[in-house]
């Protein structure tokens, strides 16, 4: 084997670099639509939970307060429907003062607060007087915050990550994706093919998320 020169190991870092740099723009490109689908599931949780949680003539009420807050947020009406949600978050019934405090959470990323976001979020994770359910939710939601901040303690991130990873846990794949990303970004790209490997060849996971496994490790190279 040819002996490799100052030249080559100079190319292959330069590889490296622009493959980390694919790599930000991809995620860039999908982190929207992740985060699309990650509130879809919120609402749909959520909404579910409330349904279960209280009589009828509450949830009604609740649930048209609710709607009115989620009316106010797709019309941009941010401050509006952020005090809203505020206003169901301090009086609502348990399910949906739960939602709305996602809710809350899900305007501050929107507007750019992704600290404030990843904050209201960690307090959610945290809270005992919540379902595991929606505890592991906050801890994907906020981890996907998190993917946009520059100053993210990576090696952090993945360790709350990890328990989400287990085979039970609904949120596994979500989970997966996200510390495979949070690897790559802390420099981590073995942990980061890994991890993209075993999500791009599990036939359990989401067609979506075999498909954005399989992007990465293309251009992580393997």
């Known amino acids: 084997m040819a002996e490799r020169t100052e030249d080559d190991i100079l190319f292959e870092e330069i590889d490296d670099e622009l493959r980390q740099d694919q790599a930000n723009k991809l995620w860039k490109a999908y982190g929207h639509y992740v985060i699309a689908i990650a509130i879809a599931i919120v609402v749909g949780v959520g909404g579910f939970k409330a349904w279960r949680y209280y009589d009828l003539t509450t949830r009604q009420a609740d649930g048209e307060r609710f709607t009115a807050a989620s009316a106010l947020a797709g019309g941009k009406k941010t401050e509006d429907a952020y005090k809203a ?21 899900r305007l501050m990323a929107q507007k750019g607060d992704n600290n404030g976001a990843a904050g209201a979020y960690r307090v959610l994770a945290d809270d005992a007087t919540l379902d595991s359910l929606y505890r592991d939710m906050a801890v994907i939601l ?51 093919r890994t991890l993209f490997t075993g999500l791009s060849k599990d036939a359990k996971a989401p067609q979506g998320v075999r498909a954005r496994a399989q992007e990465m490790l293309s251009i992580l190279g393997k």
């Open 85 to 105: 949600f505020s206003d169901i978050a301090a009086d609502g019934t348990k399910g949906y003062k739960v939602l709305a405090r996602f809710s809350q959470a």
């Open 142 to 192: 906020g981890g996907l915050v998190e993917l946009n901040i520059p100053d993210t303690d990576w090696m952090e991130l993945e360790k709350r990550l990890t328990p989400l990873s287990v085979e039970t846990n609904p949120w596994r794949f979500s989970a997966q994706e996200i510390s495979a990303i949070a690897a790559q970004q802390n420099g981590d790209i073995k942990t980061a």
